[in-house]
C-alpha cells in the first residue's frame, strides 16, 4: 500500500514555462513534507520542504504547497530551466514522538524534461 | 568536507554470492538508512539505525542485513536470500533531533549475473 503517491511518473514542460508536480499521500499522521531532486546514478539532493502547519513554502523558483484537507501537495518550478530536468521525488514524515525513526516515505518519482 | 561515502560505486556479483556495500559518513548523524531504488518505485526502506548498535527493519528487509557497531558506519550485506537485487542503493543520514531531512549518498548499484 502506497502512503505516498506521484501519479504522474513524467512531465515534458518548455524552458521559461511553469513546471507542476504533483503528489498524494494517504497516512493522516504525516506532518512534513520534502521534494529532492535526484539525476541518474547520483543520491536525491533536497530542494524544498514544508511543515503541515504552512499552506506554502517558497526558496527562489520553487513553491511548494500544501492541501491538508485534501492530503496533496505539489511543487512549482518557475520559470523551468533545462538543469531542472531530473526526477523528483515528494517525501513525507511524521515527526511526532510516537513516530518510530522519523523515517521518510517517498513516492515514486516523475521524470521532469526541460526543453530548450 | 563532511559528508556520506558509498562504496564501490558499480558492483557485480554472481547469483548466489553475499555482498557488503559500504556506508560512512563524517557529518556526526545519529540516525542512518538503507533505501532501494527501482524503476518506477521510488525509494524503499530497507533498514535503518537511531543509534549505535541498535537498527529496525523498514519495509523491504527480507534477504539484507546490517549492522551498526560505529556511529559513522553503516553496512548492508545482500544476502543470497535476497531474491532479486539487482538494483541502486542508497544510503542516507540525518542528525537526531533538528533536520527531518536526510543528507544521502551517492548510491551504489548493485548488478547480480
Known amino acids: 500500500d502506497q502512503q505516498v503517491k506521484q501519479n504522474s511518473p513524467s512531465l515534458s514542460v518548455q524552458e521559461g514555462r511553469i513546471s507542476i508536480l504533483n503528489c498524494d499521500y494517504t497516512n493522516s499522521m504525516f506532518d512534513y513534507f520534502l521534494w529532492y531532486k535526484k539525476y541518474p546514478a547520483e543520491g536525491p539532493t533536497f530542494l524544498i520542504s514544508i511543515s503541515s502547519i504552512k499552506d506554502k513554502n517558497e526558496d527562489g523558483r520553487f513553491t511548494v504547497f500544501l492541501n491538508k484537507s485534501a492530503k496533496h501537495l505539489s511543487l512549482h518550478i518557475v520559470p523551468s530551466q533545462p538543469g531542472d530536468s531530473a526526477v523528483y521525488f515528494c517525501a513525507a514524515s511524521a515527526t511526532g514522538r510516537s513516530a518510530a525513526g522519523n523515517k521518510l516515505t517517498f513516492g515514486g518519482g516523475t521524470r521532469v524534461l526541460v526543453k530548450p | 568536507d563532511g559528508g556520506i561515502t558509498q562504496s564501490p560505486k558499480y558492483l557485480f556479483r554472481k547469483e548466489g554470492q553475499n555482498v557488503t556495500l559500504s556506508c560512512e559518513q563524517n557529518?556526526?548523524?545519529?540516525?542512518m538508512y538503507w533505501y532501494r531504488q527501482d524503476p518506477g518505485q521510488g525509494l524503499r526502506l530497507i533498514y535503518y539505525s537511531q543509534i549505535v548498535n541498535d537498527f529496525q527493519k523498514g519495509d523491504i528487509a527480507e534477504g539484507y542485513s546490517v549492522s551498526r557497531e560505529k556511529k559513522e558506519s553503516f553496512p548492508l550485506t545482500v544476502t543470497s536470500a535476497q531474491k532479486n537485487p539487482t538494483a541502486f542503493y542508497l544510503c542516507?543520514?540525518?542528525?537526531?533531533?533538528?533536520?527531518?531531512?536526510?543528507?544521502f549518498g551517492s548510491g551504489t548499484r548493485l548488478t547480480v549475473v
Open positions: 557529518l556526526n548523524h545519529d540516525a
Open positions: 542516507a543520514s540525518r542528525p537526531r533531533t533538528g533536520a527531518v531531512g536526510y543528507t
